[in-house]
Protein backbone atom coordinates (compact mmCIF):
# COMPACT_ATOMS: atom_id res chain seq x y z
CA UNK A 1 0.00 0.00 0.00
CA UNK A 2 3.23 2.15 0.48
CA UNK A 3 3.20 2.47 -3.51
CA UNK A 4 -0.57 4.30 -3.71
CA UNK A 5 -1.27 8.25 -3.97
CA UNK A 6 -4.59 9.33 -3.62
CA UNK A 7 -5.32 12.73 -5.09
CA UNK A 8 -8.52 14.79 -5.60
CA UNK A 9 -9.93 17.68 -6.91
CA UNK A 10 -12.74 20.22 -5.14
CA UNK A 11 -15.66 18.19 -6.14
CA UNK A 12 -16.21 15.80 -3.45
CA UNK A 13 -13.08 16.07 -0.93
CA UNK A 14 -14.86 14.72 1.82
CA UNK A 15 -15.26 11.31 0.32
CA UNK A 16 -11.42 11.36 -0.79
CA UNK A 17 -10.43 11.86 2.67
CA UNK A 18 -12.80 8.68 3.89
CA UNK A 19 -11.77 6.78 1.18
CA UNK A 20 -8.20 7.75 2.75
CA UNK A 21 -9.41 6.66 6.19
CA UNK A 22 -10.59 3.14 5.28
CA UNK A 23 -7.18 2.87 3.34
CA UNK A 24 -5.16 3.99 7.02
CA UNK A 25 -3.14 6.76 4.53
CA UNK A 26 -3.74 10.37 3.83
CA UNK A 27 -4.47 12.75 0.87
CA UNK A 28 -1.69 13.47 -1.61
CA UNK A 29 -0.57 16.98 -1.48
CA UNK A 30 -2.10 18.80 -4.23
CA UNK A 31 -3.80 22.52 -5.49
CA UNK A 32 -6.05 22.96 -7.68
CA UNK A 33 -7.02 26.97 -8.21
CA UNK A 34 -8.75 29.08 -10.98
CA UNK A 35 -7.24 32.16 -12.31
CA UNK A 36 -9.17 35.12 -12.57
CA UNK A 37 -10.81 34.26 -15.91
CA UNK A 38 -11.51 31.02 -14.91
CA UNK A 39 -8.44 28.78 -16.32
CA UNK A 40 -7.85 26.08 -13.88
CA UNK A 41 -4.52 25.40 -12.30
CA UNK A 42 -3.25 22.13 -10.81
CA UNK A 43 0.33 21.95 -8.81
CA UNK A 44 1.10 18.34 -7.55
CA UNK A 45 3.25 18.69 -4.40
CA UNK A 46 4.65 15.52 -3.86
CA UNK A 47 6.51 13.01 -6.18
CA UNK A 48 4.37 10.17 -7.87
CA UNK A 49 6.92 8.56 -9.89
CA UNK A 50 6.36 4.94 -10.42
CA UNK A 51 3.37 5.45 -7.62
CA UNK A 52 0.00 4.01 -8.22
CA UNK A 53 -2.02 7.35 -8.46
CA UNK A 54 -6.00 7.20 -7.77
CA UNK A 55 -7.70 10.31 -8.38
CA UNK A 56 -11.07 10.86 -7.08
CA UNK A 57 -13.35 13.34 -8.64
CA UNK A 58 -17.01 13.06 -9.39
CA UNK A 59 -18.35 15.13 -12.27
CA UNK A 60 -20.91 16.71 -10.66
CA UNK A 61 -22.22 20.74 -9.76
CA UNK A 62 -20.41 22.51 -11.33
CA UNK A 63 -19.59 19.89 -13.54
CA UNK A 64 -17.70 21.44 -16.81
CA UNK A 65 -15.32 22.98 -13.76
CA UNK A 66 -15.21 19.68 -12.42
CA UNK A 67 -14.38 17.64 -15.61
CA UNK A 68 -12.26 20.11 -16.77
CA UNK A 69 -10.22 19.79 -13.24
CA UNK A 70 -9.95 16.15 -13.36
CA UNK A 71 -8.58 16.00 -16.59
CA UNK A 72 -5.62 18.45 -15.76
CA UNK A 73 -5.20 16.48 -13.17
CA UNK A 74 -4.69 13.38 -15.17
CA UNK A 75 -2.44 14.91 -17.62
CA UNK A 76 -0.35 16.73 -14.83
CA UNK A 77 0.06 13.27 -12.95
CA UNK A 78 1.10 11.50 -16.03
CA UNK A 79 3.20 13.84 -17.09
CA UNK A 80 4.75 13.45 -13.48
CA UNK A 81 5.61 9.59 -14.43
CA UNK A 82 3.30 7.95 -12.42
CA UNK A 83 2.91 3.87 -12.76
CA UNK A 84 -0.33 4.39 -13.41
CA UNK A 85 -3.22 6.80 -12.74
CA UNK A 86 -6.52 5.51 -12.37
CA UNK A 87 -9.84 8.03 -12.27
CA UNK A 88 -11.90 7.26 -9.45
CA UNK A 89 -15.44 8.89 -10.69
CA UNK A 90 -18.20 8.12 -8.32
CA UNK A 91 -21.01 10.55 -10.24
CA UNK A 92 -19.64 10.45 -14.04
CA UNK A 93 -21.66 13.51 -15.86
CA UNK A 94 -23.18 13.46 -18.84
CA UNK A 95 -23.72 9.30 -18.42
CA UNK A 96 -27.77 10.33 -19.53
CA UNK A 97 -26.39 11.31 -23.23
CA UNK A 98 -25.71 7.90 -23.87
CA UNK A 99 -26.93 7.87 -27.03
CA UNK A 100 -28.45 9.73 -29.92
CA UNK A 101 -31.86 10.31 -28.95
CA UNK A 102 -32.24 12.38 -32.09
CA UNK A 103 -31.12 13.50 -35.57
CA UNK A 104 -27.83 15.58 -35.06
CA UNK A 105 -27.20 15.24 -31.04
CA UNK A 106 -23.79 13.99 -29.87
CA UNK A 107 -23.58 11.09 -27.50
CA UNK A 108 -21.01 12.98 -25.41
CA UNK A 109 -20.71 10.50 -22.55
CA UNK A 110 -18.45 8.97 -25.19
CA UNK A 111 -16.62 11.92 -25.91
CA UNK A 112 -15.99 12.46 -22.37
CA UNK A 113 -14.93 9.01 -22.06
CA UNK A 114 -12.28 9.60 -24.85
CA UNK A 115 -11.04 12.86 -23.23
CA UNK A 116 -10.75 10.88 -19.70
CA UNK A 117 -8.18 8.32 -21.90
CA UNK A 118 -6.52 10.85 -23.66
CA UNK A 119 -5.89 12.98 -20.73
CA UNK A 120 -4.15 9.82 -19.13
CA UNK A 121 -6.04 7.52 -17.10
CA UNK A 122 -5.16 4.13 -17.34
CA UNK A 123 -7.86 2.94 -15.06
CA UNK A 124 -11.53 4.06 -14.21
CA UNK A 125 -13.82 3.34 -11.50
CA UNK A 126 -17.30 4.47 -11.72
CA UNK A 127 -20.52 3.66 -8.96
CA UNK A 128 -23.91 3.21 -10.62
CA UNK A 129 -23.62 4.38 -14.50
CA UNK A 130 -26.37 5.37 -15.48
CA UNK A 131 -26.40 3.41 -18.57
CA UNK A 132 -24.05 0.28 -18.54
CA UNK A 133 -22.78 0.35 -21.40
CA UNK A 134 -20.73 3.46 -21.04
CA UNK A 135 -18.25 0.89 -19.87
CA UNK A 136 -17.56 0.00 -23.73
CA UNK A 137 -16.62 3.57 -24.41
CA UNK A 138 -13.52 3.30 -22.91
CA UNK A 139 -10.47 1.26 -24.48
CA UNK A 140 -8.97 0.87 -20.76
CA UNK A 141 -10.41 -1.14 -17.93
CA UNK A 142 -13.37 -0.24 -16.21
CA UNK A 143 -14.41 -1.31 -12.64
CA UNK A 144 -18.28 -0.44 -12.53
CA UNK A 145 -19.32 -0.52 -8.85
CA UNK A 146 -22.85 -0.79 -7.28
CA UNK A 147 -23.75 1.02 -4.50
CA UNK A 148 -26.27 -1.64 -3.45
CA UNK A 149 -24.43 -3.31 -0.82
CA UNK A 150 -24.52 0.22 1.22
CA UNK A 151 -28.06 0.89 0.49
CA UNK A 152 -29.28 -2.60 0.99
CA UNK A 153 -27.83 -2.43 4.51
CA UNK A 154 -29.93 0.48 4.95
CA UNK A 155 -33.11 -0.79 4.07
CA UNK A 156 -32.67 -4.07 6.35
CA UNK A 157 -32.29 -2.56 9.07
CA UNK A 158 -34.64 0.51 8.60
CA UNK A 159 -37.90 -1.32 7.36
CA UNK A 160 -39.13 -4.83 8.65
CA UNK A 161 -43.34 -3.71 7.26
CA UNK A 162 -44.72 -5.15 4.00
CA UNK A 163 -42.33 -3.16 1.49
CA UNK A 164 -42.27 -2.96 -2.13
CA UNK A 165 -39.69 -1.96 -4.60
CA UNK A 166 -40.76 0.43 -7.13
CA UNK A 167 -38.86 2.19 -9.63
CA UNK A 168 -40.08 5.39 -11.08
CA UNK A 169 -39.72 4.40 -14.89
CA UNK A 170 -39.60 1.01 -17.22
CA UNK A 171 -35.73 1.84 -17.24
CA UNK A 172 -35.35 1.22 -13.61
CA UNK A 173 -37.10 -2.55 -13.73
CA UNK A 174 -33.67 -4.47 -13.48
CA UNK A 175 -32.54 -2.37 -10.94
CA UNK A 176 -35.01 -2.81 -8.72
CA UNK A 177 -35.66 -6.83 -9.66
CA UNK A 178 -32.21 -6.97 -8.29
CA UNK A 179 -33.17 -5.32 -5.22
CA UNK A 180 -36.24 -6.91 -4.31
CA UNK A 181 -34.25 -10.25 -4.94
CA UNK A 182 -31.78 -9.59 -1.90
CA UNK A 183 -34.89 -8.19 0.21
CA UNK A 184 -37.14 -10.97 -0.56
CA UNK A 185 -39.90 -8.77 -1.71
CA UNK A 186 -42.62 -7.53 -4.39
CA UNK A 187 -41.89 -5.26 -6.95
CA UNK A 188 -44.40 -2.62 -8.88
CA UNK A 189 -43.52 -0.91 -11.82
CA UNK A 190 -44.64 2.48 -12.76
CA UNK A 191 -45.81 3.49 -16.34
CA UNK A 192 -44.44 6.52 -17.09
CA UNK A 193 -44.25 8.45 -20.67
CA UNK A 194 -41.73 11.61 -20.85
CA UNK A 195 -43.06 14.62 -23.44
CA UNK A 196 -39.37 16.29 -23.10
CA UNK A 197 -36.26 16.82 -21.13
CA UNK A 198 -37.14 17.41 -17.36
CA UNK A 199 -40.58 16.53 -17.63
CA UNK A 200 -42.44 13.47 -17.10
CA UNK A 201 -46.04 12.13 -16.53
CA UNK A 202 -47.04 9.10 -14.57
CA UNK A 203 -49.51 6.98 -16.30
CA UNK A 204 -50.69 3.79 -14.08
CA UNK A 205 -49.34 1.70 -11.50
CA UNK A 206 -48.20 -2.14 -12.34
CA UNK A 207 -48.50 -4.24 -9.17
CA UNK A 208 -50.07 -4.29 -5.17
CA UNK A 209 -49.42 -1.63 -3.30
CA UNK A 210 -52.00 -0.64 -1.35
CA UNK A 211 -51.19 -0.70 2.26
CA UNK A 212 -47.82 -1.68 1.79
CA UNK A 213 -44.59 0.35 2.67
CA UNK A 214 -43.09 1.31 -1.13
CA UNK A 215 -39.34 2.53 -1.38
CA UNK A 216 -39.12 4.14 -4.86
CA UNK A 217 -35.62 3.44 -6.21
CA UNK A 218 -33.34 5.07 -9.30
CA UNK A 219 -30.09 5.48 -9.64
CA UNK A 220 -30.20 9.41 -9.78
CA UNK A 221 -32.40 12.58 -8.81
CA UNK A 222 -32.24 15.49 -10.73
CA UNK A 223 -34.68 17.85 -11.00
CA UNK A 224 -36.81 15.28 -8.79
CA UNK A 225 -39.83 15.30 -11.04
CA UNK A 226 -39.72 11.72 -11.75
CA UNK A 227 -39.80 10.50 -8.64
CA UNK A 228 -42.02 13.04 -6.88
CA UNK A 229 -44.53 12.31 -9.34
CA UNK A 230 -43.89 8.27 -8.49
CA UNK A 231 -44.69 8.87 -4.94
CA UNK A 232 -47.73 11.14 -5.46
CA UNK A 233 -49.00 8.30 -7.68
CA UNK A 234 -48.24 5.20 -5.18
CA UNK A 235 -50.42 7.52 -2.45
CA UNK A 236 -53.50 7.50 -4.60
CA UNK A 237 -53.08 3.78 -4.99
CA UNK A 238 -53.31 3.52 -1.04
CA UNK A 239 -49.11 2.71 -0.23
CA UNK A 240 -48.73 3.22 3.64
CA UNK A 241 -45.50 4.47 3.78
CA UNK A 242 -43.65 6.36 0.62
CA UNK A 243 -39.66 5.89 0.82
CA UNK A 244 -37.00 6.68 -1.77
CA UNK A 245 -33.48 5.55 -2.70
CA UNK A 246 -30.92 6.62 -5.04
CA UNK A 247 -26.85 6.87 -5.91
CA UNK A 248 -26.83 9.87 -6.75
CA UNK A 249 -28.37 13.25 -5.25
CA UNK A 250 -27.88 15.97 -8.18
CA UNK A 251 -30.75 17.59 -7.02
CA UNK A 252 -30.62 20.86 -8.96
CA UNK A 253 -33.26 23.53 -10.22
CA UNK A 254 -36.43 22.69 -8.19
CA UNK A 255 -35.33 19.59 -6.85
CA UNK A 256 -35.63 20.40 -3.14
CA UNK A 257 -38.92 22.38 -3.14
CA UNK A 258 -40.73 19.49 -5.02
CA UNK A 259 -39.34 16.59 -2.73
CA UNK A 260 -40.45 18.52 0.44
CA UNK A 261 -43.82 19.07 -0.91
CA UNK A 262 -44.19 15.36 -1.58
CA UNK A 263 -45.29 12.38 0.07
CA UNK A 264 -41.83 11.23 0.15
CA UNK A 265 -40.94 10.30 4.23
CA UNK A 266 -37.17 9.97 3.73
CA UNK A 267 -35.00 10.13 1.07
CA UNK A 268 -31.86 7.92 1.49
CA UNK A 269 -28.98 9.05 -0.63
CA UNK A 270 -25.12 8.67 -1.16
CA UNK A 271 -22.37 11.08 -1.08
CA UNK A 272 -20.76 10.51 -4.14
CA UNK A 273 -22.40 13.72 -5.29
CA UNK A 274 -21.73 15.88 -2.39
CA UNK A 275 -24.34 18.02 -0.12
CA UNK A 276 -24.38 21.90 -1.01
CA UNK A 277 -25.95 24.12 1.56
CA UNK A 278 -29.36 24.40 -0.47
CA UNK A 279 -29.58 20.42 -0.22
CA UNK A 280 -29.72 19.73 2.97
CA UNK A 281 -33.12 18.44 4.44
CA UNK A 282 -34.40 16.54 7.48
CA UNK A 283 -36.07 14.32 4.56
CA UNK A 284 -32.39 13.51 3.52
CA UNK A 285 -30.54 10.41 4.89
CA UNK A 286 -27.10 10.17 3.40
CA UNK A 287 -25.03 7.09 3.39
CA UNK A 288 -21.36 6.91 2.47
CA UNK A 289 -19.68 5.09 -0.45
CA UNK A 290 -16.24 5.82 1.22
CA UNK A 291 -15.36 2.63 2.83
CA UNK A 292 -16.65 0.77 -0.71
CA UNK A 293 -14.50 2.51 -3.24
CA UNK A 294 -11.70 2.20 -0.71
CA UNK A 295 -11.87 -1.57 -0.62
CA UNK A 296 -12.22 -1.44 -4.10
CA UNK A 297 -8.67 0.29 -4.32
CA UNK A 298 -7.36 -2.11 -2.04
CA UNK A 299 -8.52 -4.74 -4.04
CA UNK A 300 -7.29 -3.34 -7.80
CA UNK A 301 -3.89 -3.03 -6.07
CA UNK A 302 -3.56 -6.56 -5.32
CA UNK A 303 -5.19 -7.99 -8.19
CA UNK A 304 -7.76 -9.17 -6.13
CA UNK A 305 -11.80 -9.78 -7.66
CA UNK A 306 -13.80 -6.30 -7.32
CA UNK A 307 -17.34 -8.12 -8.72
CA UNK A 308 -17.17 -10.36 -5.56
CA UNK A 309 -18.12 -7.35 -3.28
CA UNK A 310 -21.61 -7.40 -4.92
CA UNK A 311 -22.37 -11.06 -5.40
Known sequence: MDRIKI???????????EICETLGMTIGKSEVKSF????????????V????VYVVQSISMPCNNNL??????????????????TAVIPYYGYARQ????APRTPISAK?????????????????????GQIQGFFNIPVDHLYAMP??????????????????PDAGGVERARAFAKRLGSAIAIIDKRRPRPNVSEVMNIIG????????????????????????????????????????????????????????????????????????RSAKIKRLSVGPLLGESIKRIHFGESVSSLFV
Open 7 to 17: FSGNANKPLAN
Open 36 to 47: SDGEISVDIKES
Open 49 to 52: RGVE
Open 68 to 85: MELLIMLDALKRASAFSV
Open 98 to 101: DRKV
Open 111 to 131: LVADLITTAGATRVVCVDLHA
Open 150 to 167: VLLDYIKKKFQDDIVIVP
Open 208 to 279: DVEGKTAILLDDMIDTAGTITQAAGALKENGAKHIFACCTHAVLSGPAMERIEKSPIEELVVTNTVPERDDT
